[in-house]
C-alpha cells in the first residue's frame, strides 16, 4: 500500500440494474494494468468479468456480492469497489458506500434515471458521499447524454454539469469532446487502449463552447480564484477549472457528468482522469467517530497513522479458512499482531493474517493504515462493529440495514439436508444483515425473509449448491385466531365412576366475548360449590383448550370465562377431573357461541411517486385491502391501508412492477379482525383435505 | 359452527337476499338506532343529508371551537347510513384525520351505549376515504385527478366530500366555481368548513366576512359560536336557518351534538 494518502482514492460504483457497473469496472482493471484479459460479464466465452467471481453470478450474468479490488492510475491508488444493482442485494451497497470516499454513479445513455438510480443515489446522500457521474451505453441506439443529464437534475435534485460531449452517438459514437481542455479524445486500438487528442470536430465547437461556457459558470461557483478570473476576462486555465469542481464536488454541490461506452471502451480513461482530479482522497473527507465516555459525542478523527487505531468491519465472508472481515481503518494503524478491541463485544482480539482483496483473491499485507480498506482472517465479529485500541472509548456508527420485505417458508426434503439448512442459515444471516431466518413459535415453519425474491432465490440456490441442502418452499402460514362472538353457557359434568379410584367434577358458567383480551377467568361460586383447591385447575382447563380451537385448531382467544357454580366429589374430585370438567366445559360452551376465524390485519403504508397511485390503489384493492386514505407529499404519495397478512405475499414484487420499482412499503401488524365467510370456507375446505392426507 | 360475517362483505361477495341473518339485523337496528338519534335531524332540514346532490354547505367558527368534530358527526351518519364519505383535509395528515372520527364514534357509541360498537365500527369504516394535501400542494384539477382515479378504479364512489382546511380569501371564489362544475360531474354533497378570526368583524346578521362573497355558491351555512360554556350551532343558511327552528348545541367536552331531548 502507497503511503501518501492524498493520492488515495476509495470510490465504489454503483448504480441501477444492468448499467454497465461491473463492465466499466473490467476495463478500470484492464487500462489500469491490473488484469490483462477482458471479459464480458456473460459472455460466450463462460469466464466471465473479474469482480462477478462467485458461480452464480457468472451464470445469472448478475453481481450478488461487493467486491473489492485495487489497481493505480497516474500515481494515485485506487481502492474499487463492484456492487451489485438488484435492490435485493442492497446491503451491499449500504455496506460499501458506509466505507468509501467517493462513487460513480453509472446511468445507461438509454434509459437514465431509474428506479435503483433513485435509491443509490439516496444511499449516497445518508452517508454522504461525493459522486461523479458516468453516462454508459452512449453506442446504445436511442442513447441521450443530454437527456440523462437533465434526468439528474430534475429526478435526482443534482446541480449536474456535462463535463464532456459526445462525438457522434449510437453506432456512430466515436469519442468526447473533454470541455475543460477543449479537445477531442478518441479510443484507438484493439480494446481501446490508445487514447488519441485531436481538434474539435468543426460541427460540434459551437455546441462545446456553449457547454463549456456553463461548465465554467458552474465552476466558479466553487472557485474564488476562477471568478475573478472570469471578472477581470484573465486566461481560465484547466487547473481552476478543475479545482473549482473539485470544490463542488467534495462539498457535494456539484456532480460532473462524463459520458462512453464500457462494453465499446470509450470513455473509460477519461473517466479515471476524473476519479484521481475530482474524487475526495481519505485526508478531504470528515469521518466522526462517537466518544462512549462522554455520552456519545462526536468526534472527528484524524488520519494520522500514529493515533490510536479506529477501524470498522462492514463485511463478513464465512470461507474455507475461516471467517474473512473486511475493514476500513479512519485512523491509526491496523498491523499484524497487534491486539485490538472489538467495541460491541468488549472483547480483545490478535490480528492475525492481513489481506488485501482481489476480487476473490488475496494478497498477504503487513498493516493497513489509516484510510486503507483491507481485511483480517480469524477474528469472529459481526457487520459493523467497530475495531479500536485497547483503552480508547470511541466507536463508528454502522450501517443502515433496512427490514426484509418478503417471506417464504422452508422446508428440507430430507433429514441430511436440514442440518445442512441450519448450518447455511446461519451463516448467510451472519454475512448478510438483510437475510433473516427464524422459527415460527406457532407453525414450526423455518421462514426466510429477505430484500426480493431474487434474494431469496439466491440463498436457496447457495444452499443447494454450498450446502447440499436441497428445500422446498411455501409462503408463509398466516397465524389465525379462533374467537367467539356471543354469550354461551355450559355445564358439564365430567364423570368416571365405574368402580375403584373414580373422577367426578361439575363446572357450571358462561363464556362471552373478550375482545380486547386474550383470555379472562372469573370465579364467582359461591358456598363452596367447586372447592377453593380445584378452582386453579379449573383455570388450568379451561386455557389449555384455548391452544387449539376445537374448530380449525387455531388458538383461541378474547374469551371471558365465568363459572359461576358447580359440583364435587368428596372422594373421586381432583384437579385432574376438574381439568377435564373444564375442557368438557368449554367445547360445550364454545360450540354455542357462534365461534369465528379471525385473522391478522396489517396497517400497510407504501411510499409512491404520484403518478403511480391510481395503480397501487388497484394492487391494495386487489387484495382486499381497506384503504384508509393517501397523504400528498408533492412528488410522492403516501397511501395508508388496512390489509389481511394472508394477502401481503408476494405483494413487493406487485409493486415494483406497477411502480418500475419506485414504490416502497412497510407492513406492521395492526389487529386482529373476522375472515369473510368464503375464506373462512377455504380455509376449513383446506384443513379438511389436510386430515384427510394425513390419515 | 360458523357465523356468516356478511357485516365484513367485500363487494367480491354478493350477499345472498334468501337468508336473513340475525347478527346483520341486529346491525341494522344499531345503525338505525344511531341515525334516529342523530340531533341534526331537529335543525329542520329535510333529510339527514340536509344537502342535495351537487350543494354546498359551509361550517364556520374560529380555530379550535368544533368545525371538524361537527362535520365529522355530520360524516359518520352518513356512512351509518351506507352513504361513502370522501374527507379530504389540508391541515391534518391521514392519522389525525382517523383518529378524529375514531374518538367522535367512540364518544357516540359510550353516550348512546351503543353494544358491539367495535365490530359496528368496522362495518362502516370501508365507507370512508381520507385525502390529505399541502395547503400548496391542492388544486381543484388535482383533487379532480385523484377522484377520476379512485372512481374508475372503482376503489371508492364518495357520496359526500369534506374539504377541511381551504384557506377561505379573495382568490378561493373561482376554485370554488371549478368545484361546482366538478361536483355536478360526480353529484355528491360537498361540506367545507371556514375559520373565521376574531379580528375580523362579522356582518350584522353574524356571517363572517369570508363567507359573503361567495354566499351564493353555498344552499347551507351552519355557523359555530361559543355562547357561554357551550357552543351554539346556528344555521345561516338553509332550511334550518328558519326563525322557528331550534339552535343545537355542541358540547365543548365531547365536542358531540347535545341532544336537546
Known amino acids: 500500500m502507497k503511503k501518501d494518502i492524498r493520492n488515495l482514492r476509495n470510490i465504489g460504483i454503483s448504480a441501477h440494474i444492468d448499467s454497465g457497473k461491473t463492465t466499466l469496472t473490467e476495463r478500470i482493471l484492464y487500462y489500469t494494468q491490473r488484469i490483462h484479459t477482458m471479459h464480458d460479464v456473460k459472455g460466450k466465452d463462460g469466464v466471465g468479468a473479474t469482480m462477478d467471481s462467485m458461480e452464480l453470478e457468472k451464470e445469472r450474468g448478475i453481481t450478488i456480492a461487493s467486491a473489492a479490488t485495487y489497481c493505480e492510475w497516474l500515481g494515485h491508488e485506487i481502492n474499487i469497489i463492484d456492487t451489485p444493482g438488484h435492490v435485493d442485494f442492497t446491503i451491499e451497497v449500504e455496506r460499501s458506500l458506509r466505507v468509501l470516499d467517493g462513487a460513480i454513479l453509472v446511468l445507461c445513455g438509454v434509459a437514465g434515471v431509474q428506479s435503483q438510480s433513485i435509491t443509490v443515489d439516496q444511499q449516497m446522500k445518508r452517508y454522504k458521499v461525493p459522486c461523479i457521474a458516468f453516462v454508459n451505453k452512449c453506442d446504445r441506439s436511442g442513447a441521450n447524454p443530454e437527456r440523462v443529464v437533465r434526468q439528474l437534475k430534475e429526478k435526482l435534485g443534482h446541480n449536474a454539469v456535462a463535463m464532456q460531449l459526445p462525438i457522434g452517438l449510437e453506432a456512430d459514437f466515436e469519442g468526447v469532446v473533454d470541455l475543460v481542455s477543449m479537445k477531442a479524445v478518441y479510443f484507438g486500438g484493439d480494446k481501446g487502449e490508445e487514447v488519441r487528442l485531436a481538434e474539435i470536430p468543426a460541427d460540434l465547437m459551437q455546441a462545446a463552447l456553449d457547454r463549456r461556457e456553463i461548465l465554467i459558470d458552474q465552476a466558479s461557483m466553487f472557485s474564488d480564484e476562477l471568478t475573478e478570473a472570469i471578472l477581470e476576462e484573465q486566461d481560465v486555465t484547466t487547473e481552476m477549472i478543475t479545482d473549482g469542481i473539485r470544490a463542488g464536488v467534495v462539498a457535494r454541490q456539484l456532480t460532473p457528468v462524463f459520458m462512453g461506452s464500457a462494453y465499446k471502451n470509450k470513455g473509460i480513461q477519461p473517466l479515471l482522469d476524473a476519479v484521481t482530479q475530482l474524487l475526495p482522497c481519505p485526508l478531504d473527507v470528515e469521518n466522526q467517530a462517537l466518544d462512549m465516555n462522554k455520552e456519545e459525542q462526536p468526534i472527528v478523527l484524524s488520519n494520522e497513522i500514529d493515533k490510536p487505531l479506529v477501524a470498522l468491519a462492514f463485511k463478513l465472508e464465512d470461507g474455507p479458512y475461516g471467517q474473512l472481515t473486511y475493514i476500513r481503518v479512519y485512523q491509526g494503524a ?158 358439564y359434568i365430567h364423570k368416571k365412576q365405574t368402580g375403584g379410584a373414580g373422577q367426578f367434577g361439575r363446572v357450571s358458567g358462561y363464556m362471552a366475548p373478550a375482545p380486547d383480551e386474550d383470555f379472562v377467568f372469573e370465579n364467582k361460586i359461591v358456598g363452596g360449590a367447586i372447592p377453593t383447591q380445584f378452582i386453579a385447575a379449573c383455570e388450568k382447563g379451561f386455557k389449555n383448550s384455548m391452544v387449539k380451537g376445537p374448530k380449525m385448531e387455531f388458538p383461541v382467544t378474547g374469551i371471558r370465562v365465568v363459572i359461576d357454580d358447580g359440583a364435587s366429589h368428596s372422594v373421586d374430585s381432583s384437579d385432574m377431573a376438574f381439568q377435564a370438567a373444564a375442557r368438557g366445559a368449554f367445547l360445550q360452551g364454545y360450540a354455542k357461541a357462534k365461534p369465528v376465524i379471525h385473522e391478522p390485519i396489517m396497517k400497510v403504508v407504501v411510499e ?61 401488524f395492526l389487529t386482529y379482525k373476522q375472515v369473510p365467510q368464503s375464506i373462512a370456507e377455504a380455509l376449513m375446505k383446506k384443513a379438511a383435505e389436510e386430515k384427510k392426507n394425513v390419515a | 359452527m360458523l357465523l356468516n360475517p356478511q357485516f365484513l362483505r367485500t363487494n367480491a361477495e354478493p350477499r345472498s337476499d334468501k337468508i336473513i341473518f340475525i347478527k346483520e339485523r341486529n346491525f341494522s337496528m344499531l345503525k338505525n338506532e344511531l341515525i334516529l ?141 371549478k368545484l361546482k362544475d366538478l361536483v355536478g360531474q360526480h353529484p355528491m354533497r360537498v361540506w367545507f368548513t371556514i375559520r373565521t378570526h376574531r379580528h375580523e368583524d362579522p356582518d350584522p346578521d353574524g356571517t363572517p366576512r369570508q363567507f359573503i362573497p361567495v354566499a351564493d355558491l353555498f344552499e347551507a351555512a351552519i355557523l359555530l359560536v361559543p355562547v357561554g360554556k357551550q357552543i351554539q350551532i346556528k344555521a345561516l343558511k338553509g332550511a334550518g336557518a328558519a326563525e322557528d327552528q331550534p339552535d343545537l348545541m355542541l358540547d365543548p367536552a365531547t365536542m358531540l351534538i347535545l341532544d336537546p331531548a
Not at chain 1, 503487513?366 to 480469524?378: K, S
Not at chain 1, 433429514?415 to 407453525?443: I, Q
Not at chain 1, 388497484?618 to 403516501?638: H, K, M, S, W, Y
Not at chain 2, 384539477?141 to 382546511?165: N, S, W
Request: glycine share 8%; aromatic share 8%; hydrophobic share 40%.
Open chain 2, 37 to 177: 338519534k342523530n340531533p341534526l335531524r331537529r335543525m329542520g332540514y329535510g333529510s339527514d343529508d340536509i344537502l342535495d346532490k351537487g350543494q354546498f354547505g359551509a361550517v364556520m367558527a374560529r380555530a379550535g371551537v368544533g368545525k371538524t368534530a361537527f362535520l365529522v358527526q355530520l360524516a359518520l351518519n352518513s356512512m351509518l347510513r351506507e352513504k361513502k364519505v370522501l374527507h379530504i383535509s389540508l391541515d391534518d395528515p391521514v392519522k389525525k384525520v382517523s383518529l378524529w372520527y375514531k374518538e367522535v364514534f367512540s364518544r357516540i357509541a359510550n353516550q348512546y351505549e351503543i353494544p358491539q360498537s367495535g365490530q359496528l365500527w368496522d362495518s362502516v369504516l370501508p365507507h370512508r376515504f381520507i385525502m390529505t394535501f399541502r395547503v400548496e400542494g391542492f388544486s381543484v384539477p388535482k383533487l379532480e385527478e385523484r377522484l377520476t382515479d379512485l372512481i374508475e378504479q372503482d376503489i371508492f364512489k364518495p357520496d359526500m366530500m369534506i374539504i377541511d382546511g381551504i384557506p377561505f380569501g379573495e382568490s378561493v371564489s373561482p376554485d370554488l366555481v
Open chain 1, 334 to 491: 491496523l498491523a499484524k499482531g497487534d491486539t485490538i478491541v472489538n467495541v460491541r463485544t468488549g472483547k480483545k482480539v490478535k490480528v492475525g493474517r492481513l489481506i488485501r482483496m482481489h476480487a476473490d483473491q488475496m494478497e498477504d499485507i503487513d498493516t493497513i493504515p489509516a484510510g486503507y480498506i483491507g481485511a483480517l482472517f480469524g477474528i469472529d465479529c459481526a457487520s459493523g462493529d467497530s475495531f479500536v485500541t485497547p483503552g480508547v472509548s470511541l466507536t463508528m456508527t454502522s450501517m443502515y440495514v433496512p427490514e426484509p420485505v418478503i417471506s417464504l417458508a422452508i422446508f428440507p426434503k430430507d433429514n441430511k439436508s436440514e442440518v445442512n439448512v441450519s448450518k447455511a442459515l446461519g451463516r448467510f444471516t451472519k454475512e448478510d444483515p438483510t437475510f433473516k431466518a427464524y422459527v415460527n413459535d406457532e407453525t414450526g415453519d423455518t421462514i426466510i425473509s429477505g430484500m426480493g425474491e431474487l434474494h431469496l432465490e439466491v440463498y436457496i440456490e447457495r444452499m443447494r449448491r454450498e450446502y447440499q441442502a436441497e428445500v422446498d418452499t411455501s409462503p408463509p402460514r398466516v397465524a389465525y385466531r379462533e374467537t367467539i362472538t356471543q354469550k354461551a353457557e355450559f355445564d
Open chain 1, 608 to 668: 409512491t411517486p404520484t403518478e403511480f397511485q391510481g395503480a397501487v390503489m388497484a394492487t391494495l384493492n386487489q387484495r382486499r385491502a381497506l384503504i384508509v386514505g393517501t397523504q400528498d407529499e408533492g412528488p410522492f404519495t403516501v397511501i395508508e391501508a388496512q390489509v389481511p397478512l394472508s394477502e401481503m405475499f408476494g405483494y413487493s414484487t406487485d409493486l415494483r412492477s406497477v411502480t418500475k420499482g419506485q414504490a416502497q412499503f412497510t407492513m406492521e
